[in-house]
């Protein structure tokens, strides 16, 4: 029985849910492999997990121009050199893990875990092949720290590809596999009856709109843009709040004053986005990995709000530039740039072609396969 670890850490939701999907694929498919979880920074201090993700997150909400400040600055200079040391220091701890769990194979989706186990490689304490996988469309330095340790990159598409062997890297180390996506993208829903158990019309587009989420970013933007979105296009609106009660009750209130109330659903936290997903003509949302996978790999185009300074911002550059988003950005008028983005249905509908185009739906799968070999259990 191999033993794998993956390693992930709470800053956002992106890394932890590209692990969930690689250990549940291998579960399924890999009857001779066990795999674990394990918050590499929960483990080596609640404390500190607990002090870092809340200052990310209170960063990310109330000073988002700030994060983008410190993301820009941990690629070079003082603030990169600091968090590679104290990232030096916390991989001592995680050794005592590592030697206890004797692991076969390490997965790292954040750039902390990778940095610590390359350097524990690197000193010759610990040794087993280590697999790192960038969950955003653009890289960032703090990912390649260690690179000569590690053996396996797995990036969003060929241009980080390409990046990462002028930055130097080995291309054989280097797969262009995609994100880690939820098998559940890739199952067959039944439209009528997704249509009927959110009271939509089947006859009228869906349009998905994220505008909640964990940080509530640009509250009064965020409102004004989904008045916008009710105005300019004749679409169904499903507007998803997630676990932000007070966004929900702003939605919900929008809804009921709007021109159309009858076409404007209002939901909390759902597991249902894969099926809500497969009904649907377009998604807003802000520019983070996930979504933005699970949105191409669903053949939709994006409309981008909100991004958060830094790796959203640069994903939202990316995905713009290859034609599968509309930025919306903070100078546009929602209404006004609304209205002319629904003016252009042809736009549009090359934007879908290039959203199926660019989804890689296989990528958790691809990934496990150029890790583990061919699938060792019945599919």
Not at 136 to 162: C, R, S
Not at 247 to 260: D, S
């Amino acid at each position: 029985m191999k033993k794998v670890i993956i390693f992930y850490a709470s800053y956002g939701g992106g890394h932890l849910s590209a692990a969930k999907s690689i250990k549940q694929y291998m579960d399924n498919h890999y009857a001779d492999v066990d795999v674990e979880l394990i918050d590499c920074m929960k483990y080596i201090s609640i404390a500190l997990d607990k002090v870092t993700t809340t200052a990310y997150k209170e960063m990310a909400k109330k000073a988002p121009w700030a994060w983008g400040r410190v993301y820009a600055r941990s690629q070079k200079g003082p603030l990169s050199h600091i968090s590679s040391s104290s990232n030096k220091v916390m991989a001592i701890k995680l050794l005592k893990l590592l030697q206890e769990k004797n692991p076969d194979f390490i997965i790292s989706t954040h750039p902390f875990s990778s940095q610590m186990v390359s350097y524990l490689k690197r000193k010759e304490r610990f040794n087993c092949p280590l697999a790192t996988i960038m969950t955003d469309y653009a890289p960032h330095e703090q990912w390649l720290i260690g690179e000569e340790q590690t053996n396996y990159f797995f990036v969003a598409h060929n241009g980080m590809k390409k990046a990462l062997v002028q930055h130097g890297i080995s291309e054989e180390k280097i797969f262009a596999t995609g994100i880690p996506l939820s098998g559940k993208f890739l199952d067959h829903y039944n439209r009528e009856e997704i249509f009927q158990s959110f009271q939509l019309d089947p006859e009228k587009k869906v349009i998905l709109f994220f505008g909640g989420g964990e940080f509530g970013l640009g509250k009064s933007r965020t409102l004004a843009i989904l008045s916008a979105l009710i105005d300019a296009s004749e679409a169904q609106i499903v507007a998803i709040a997630g676990k932000n009660e007070k966004m929900k009750a702003n939605f919900e209130e929008i809804a009921m004053t709007c021109n159309r109330p009858s076409d404007v659903r209002v939901l909390a936290f759902t597991d249902k986005v894969p099926e809500l997903m497969s009904i649907s003509y377009l998604v807003v949302t802000k520019p983070g990995g996930l979504t933005t996978t699970e949105s191409l790999a669903s053949g939709l185009p994006l409309i981008l709000i909100n991004p958060i300074p830094g790796q959203e911002e640069e994903n939202a550059e990316f995905l713009e530039k290859e034609g599968v988003a509309f930025w919306l950005r903070k100078s546009d008028l929602p209404e006004l740039a609304l209205q002319n983005f629904f003016q252009n249905p042809d736009a549009i509908k090359k934007m879908r072609i290039n959203a199926k185009l660019h989804a890689k739906k296989n990528s958790t799968k691809d990934i496990c396969e150029t890790l583990l070999g061919k699938t060792k259990k019945a599919e």
